[in-house]
């Protein structure tokens, strides 16, 4: 599959040049963000400093080379933090960053952790950690690191010393004060992923792979070691952190022990937020709606939205018109849904919204290489509530997926510029992307870059948007539209969403729907959206907002 489409595209690509056409003779989109273009809908950003943010997930290895080792590095995201956000509106305009782990550990994404105060010398010191932190604060950007509770790596000490010891110790090692540390049994359990400790007759609970044993999470010592390396992490600035595995903390992969987990996530959220109330938490908990709604039972803030990303989610298959929805309606009854069953959970739920991560196909790839679908697929997640994760590499339509080094490829900000441009990880085949890189996507004024920037322009400029309540404008017959309210604080802001490749109208009478006019658009094809009267009219692909 992957061969054919870059052959159509080399073959597109042919023709396009054959046929005298270059982007240069693109329509100029009227959503860019540019001096020179006919959009007059900006307002000034109002962004308030609270927990909803808009952030962008990055791996670090992966991303920007400071030093020109071939590795991405924490100073080279300090270098790229204007690109994602200048503090004075410039940029991306996201308002959070969440680091995938940067602690040392032996393998490339460094999930399995060796030592929990320190940085992978891969990535740089702490010093350069405690740099990045002032510098996003200075922008007004918060920072969250990837937290890995649920299991070290096999060859952190704690581990190292406790399997030594039962080496040594067959017949009685628990008075290894590492041994309460890991989920340690006699014989192995008919359930669960146990691996053997040497020769002997002990095995340890690894449920993601034999590098990766579980931390016994019952034992009190090493809710005390996690207490301190906590207070270390927030006394180093960050923000929070998004909890790796969340499921998995007790029980078995497929058979998670949720009254546990909550416990669990409780305990972690209080002790944090005795330090820093404020502290932001969004855990993974890679399961369905109904299983996700659970968690927010728990004192944590946020988990993310599987169901509505992904290739087969909500949001892929009511632009594909697959699965579960033959029209714009059922899908925004879904959104609404969610919403109920989240706050039926925590009334203060932060929904955690995305479209891809680094272990999911990159978003670009649901949509075959239709750009006007990329982009809504985006302007859709980017105007929902709570908070919204964008995948480095995400706002430039970065292709990629199958194995997960694939996933992780380095950021495109060039084809002809090497500054920064990062190896990527070994293993990884090599790409063939459907869209260009930055640089250049930055001169187009029509490119998914714009697009992203215009989209969390809007949630910069409407904070109803991230926080508002959400009705469905229900008396909408068209299948290929959906509106919604969102109300926060007094104020309102309705949305109107043309999922179809065509052009539409509809009539939205002004004092019935207790609006004044348009107050910004999305659209992916650069036609602008229209308001006459009560009429507005939306290109293929397009968000209105009205307020
Ligand atoms: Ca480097």
């Not at 590098?211 to 923000?239: C, H, Y």
């Not at 298959?317 to 899908?331: C, E, H, I, K, P």
């Not at 229900?474 to 949305?495: C, E, H």
Request: charged share 20%; glycine share 10%.
């Amino acid at each position: 599959m992957k061969f054919l489409r870059r052959s159509f595209f080399a073959v597109l690509a042919f023709l396009i040049l054959l046929s005298g056409c270059s982007r240069s003779n693109a329509p100029v989109s009227a959503g860019a963000v540019s001096s020179d273009d006919s959009y007059p809908y900006y307002h000034d950003l109002n962004i308030i400093d609270d927990n909803y943010r808009t952030y962008y997930e990055i791996f670090v290895g992966s991303f920007y080379d400071s030093d020109g080792d071939g590795m991405g590095d924490l100073n080279g995201v300090t270098q790229k933090l204007d690109y994602l956000n200048d503090g004075k509106g410039g940029g991306l305009g996201v308002t959070g960053i969440w680091l995938m782990p940067v602690m040392p550990s032996p393998s490339y994404h460094k999930y399995d952790v060796t030592d929990y105060y320190n940085i992978d010398p891969a990535y740089g010191t702490m010093d350069d950690f405690k740099n990045l932190v002032a510098e996003c604060h200075k922008r007004g950007i918060k920072l969250i690191i990837d937290y890995e509770l649920n299991h070290t790596s096999s060859q952190n000490p704690w581990f190292q010393a406790a399997t030594d010891y039962i080496v040594k110790n067959p017949e009685d090692p628990t008075a290894c004060p590492y041994f309460s540390y890991y989920n340690f049994t006699k014989g192995k359990p008919a359930t669960g992923n146990y691996y053997r400790v040497g020769n002997t007759n002990w095995y340890y609970e690894a449920e993601f792979t034999s590098d990766m044993p579980d931390l016994n999470l019952d034992s009190s010592t090493v809710r005390d070691e996690i207490q301190k390396f906590t207070d270390f992490w927030l006394a180093a600035g960050v923000d929070g952190f998004r909890l790796d595995a969340a499921l998995h903390f007790y029980g078995a992969v497929g058979a998670s022990d949720t009254t546990k987990n909550i416990a669990f996530l409780n305990w972690f959220s209080d002790y944090c937020k005795t330090i820093k109330p404020d502290v932001y938490i969004v855990g993974e908990v890679w399961g369905n709606a109904s299983t996700i709604a659970q968690y927010y039972q728990s004192d944590a803030t946020s988990f993310f939205n599987f169901p509505f990303s992904q290739k087969d989610g909500f949001i892929a298959d009511v632009l594909n018109r697959t699965g579960l929805f033959t029209s714009a309606q059922a899908y925004a009854k879904e959104l609404y849904g969610w919403q109920l069953m989240m706050q039926s959970n925590n009334g203060k739920a932060i929904d955690a919204v995305f479209l891809g991560n680094h272990d999911t196909d990159r978003a670009a790839e649901y949509f075959s290489g239709d750009e006007l679908k990329t982009k809504m697929a985006a302007g859709m997640y980017l105007t929902m509530g709570g908070n919204a994760f964008i995948y480095y590499g995400e706002e430039i339509g970065m292709t990629g997926g199958g194995k997960d080094e694939n996933k992780r490829r380095p950021m495109l900000w060039s084809v002809s510029d090497t500054a920064g441009m990062t190896n990527g990880p070994a293993g990884m085949t090599s790409p063939s992307y459907l869209y260009d890189a930055l640089d250049q996507q930055i001169q187009e004024s029509d490119s998914i870059y714009h697009y992203y920037q215009m989209a969390v322009r809007l949630r910069n400029e409407n904070p109803e948007i991230a926080r508002g309540t959400l009705e469905i404008l229900s008396d909408i017959s068209d299948p290929d539209l959906y509106a919604v309210r969102k109300s926060y604080n007094g104020s309102q802001l309705i949305l109107v969403y043309n999922i179809s490749e065509s052009a539409k109208t509809l009539e939205l009478g002004k004092s019935q729907y207790g609006y004044s006019g348009l107050r910004g658009y999305l659209s992916a094809n650069g036609e602008a959206v229209g308001l006459s009267g009560d009429e507005l009219q939306l290109p293929p692909m397009s968000i209105a907002v009205l307020k």
